[in-house]
């Protein structure tokens, strides 16, 4: 079928397009795992152009887990390949009786029978179809056994990427599906290739001179551009201050010296065996892994402290578990977290050693124990298969108060930190991806110390929409918001969260690294070159104003799409313990405000005089049918 032109104008691509397909063609009483929930891998708008960075596969569904809207991202190679294949996305409806694969070669399409894959692990699969196809050059996304046995955090593996949140693996497996390979030789056309170059050439520039200019006062992997480099950097102090995950639930500010950070440059320096990049970037974000004993696997950017900040153990452990745990195809965020809360409930005696027979007594023993069981979902792993949340309800007997880090059902990253910050609450509270590094960027996390820094950090920063934000910046003390009661705490807030989201979800529809324009500080990519990228490579007309807007669409109908799905106001809150101070007053009018400005109402659901603003009456329409929103609303 061919990509509808008015819907790319309206959504753009990736993230966008793939919300109005599900919007169109999935029921919002669609169950996960049912055989009219689709499956959607799509590149983004730019994807397999010179633009660099632009290598985005955007995975989209209903999840098991939180029964709402999942997209997942991942880089590597297999968008640019769908691409070079003559494709924009790939959709995939119904179940498969036996386990398959998927072979793209261009104009021909096969199913392919994948018995002999079953049980293996994501990354064996990837390898023994490139054998089997005789096609060293095919780019293979694959599930492992947790995929296979619909755990609901299963992840989709690519190699040196993932698409890893909101059980998209699960889909996946429930659908039969092992693996989706690809290889295309075609080219791609674009409508001002000059025009892109050059454009391409100057982002090149500005990335190079940014790696000369790293942003000082900030923490290691926020002075330079792409996704966090954990792989290439080892100063952790940050991180093992405030990550607290589970059985370590405690301040490790006495943990990190300048031993540890010795034992762990040597630790992963070791196996490190080269840092690697995606598709058309010059940014070495992930790395190459080879643990003796083990076989080799790709770490990605933001997963090498997962598990062993989780077990509160070494780097060598994290390492060994992360490649085993690559192999099954679980969610490096969610996997660590449920462990942990398996020990916090066993060490609480709320399981029992009958619920666990066997499982060691060191702690990385027990990790190692309770990933064998979830993947298989045997035993108590069957229970903690389903995630966090429908775990502890159906545990019981005060699990529930061990719940310490989801949101609408899924675990997010566990930050645990002092005063309430304005600004994450927002972003934890109503973000629709459920994942905080999807949504934060931009805009420094802690003001500078001096007033000098502040003004020194504004004087190039072309990259805000609007001079307001330099204001925010300059008048935002050390001491914070709270301290400066002239400080528009609540407007700025919201302003900041909104230029955020739109960057994230202009980079979600464009198949943008967020590592080159909506993560880092000051990135190549923003919302004044963007309109010159797409118009360059499309040869669509459009402005700051109109990707703004579309941007705001594509936000809009996915807060729509959950809204459908029974999302209101009362959802929208993040852990009661994420930190140690709140304010619940300042909170509700946080949200009241933040509601206001996307166009909301109290409730949280998109008034229809918004969906009329942004093109969006069929929504509007859907909703007063069914009685969510009234007529005069709006």
Known sequence: ?????????????????????????????????????????????????????????????????????????????????????????????????????????????????????????????????????????????????????????????????????????????????????????????????????????????????????????????????????????????????????????????????????????????????????????????????????LSTYMMKCFSKLTYTMAAYSDLDFGFKIAQRATEYGVDGFTAPQVMAFALELYEAGILTDEDVPGMPSDSEGRFFWLLERIVRREGIGDVLADGVYWAAQRIGKGAEEYDHNTIKKHEQMPIKLGML????????????????????????????????????????????????FKDYLLKWEPRGEFSNPHYPTVEASCDIVDWQEMMHYIDDALGICAGLSSFPLKPPYHIHNFPAFISAATGIDIDEAGLWKAATRNRTLLRAINVRRGVRREDDKPPENHWKRRFPELEAQLLDAYYE??????????????????????????????GIISDGQG
């Open 1 to 293: 079928m061919e990509t509808d032109p008015k819907l790319t104008e309206l959504h753009l691509g990736g993230l966008g397009t793939n919300a109005r397909i599900l919007w169109d063609r999935v029921p919002p009483e669609t169950e996960a795992f049912s055989e009219d929930n689709l499956l959607i891998f799509s590149t983004g708008l730019l994807v397999g152009t010179a633009a660099p960075g632009s290598n985005r596969t955007v995975v989209t569904t209903y999840s098991p887990q939180t029964k709402l809207m999942a997209y997942s991202m991942m880089g590597g190679f297999w968008a640019p390949e769908l691409k070079h294949a003559g494709y924009d996305r790939v959709i995939i409806r119904g179940k498969s009786p036996d386990l398959i694969y998927l072979w793209i070669h261009n104009d021909k399409v096969e199913i392919r029978d994948a018995s002999h894959l079953h049980g293996k692990g994501a990354i064996e699969t990837e390898e023994c179809i490139r054998q089997e196809l005789e096609e060293p050059y095919a780019q293979v996304a694959a599930i492992g056994l947790a995929g296979e046995n619909k755990v609901f955090f299963a992840s989709i593996e690519h190699g040196r990427s993932s698409a890893s949140r909101l059980g998209v693996g699960a889909v996946m497996g429930d659908k039969g599906l092992k693996a989706i390979a690809v290889r295309g030789t075609k080219d791609i056309n674009v409508a001002r290739p000059d025009e892109l170059m050059n454009l391409s050439e100057e982002v090149m520039g500005y990335i190079q001179d940014r790696e000369d200019k790293p942003v000082p006062g900030v923490m290691p992997i926020l002075a330079g551009l792409g996704s966090p480099q954990e792989m290439k950097l080892v100063d952790e102090e940050w991180h093992t201050q405030n990550f607290m995950w589970g059985n370590s639930r405690k301040r490790l500010k006495d943990y990190w010296n300048q031993e540890v950070e010795e034992k762990w440059r040597e630790t992963q320096e070791g196996v490190r065996t080269r840092l690697i990049s995606c598709y058309n970037c010059p940014m070495r974000c992930g790395a190459t892994i080879s643990v003796p004993g």
């Open 421 to 468: 910050n304005p600004v994450y609450y927002l972003m934890y509270a109503t973000g629709e991806k459920l994942n905080i590094t999807q949504i934060e960027g931009q805009f420094p996390q802690a003001p500078f110390p001096t007033v000098e820094e502040r003004e020194a950090f504004v004087k190039d920063w072309i990259h805000v929409p609007d001079e307001k």
């Open 597 to 626: 400005k996307k166009g909301w109402n109290d409730q949280g659901i998109p008034t229809k005089a918004t969906l009329h603003e942004l093109d969006m009456d069929f929504v509007g329409e859907d909703l007063e049918q069914r």
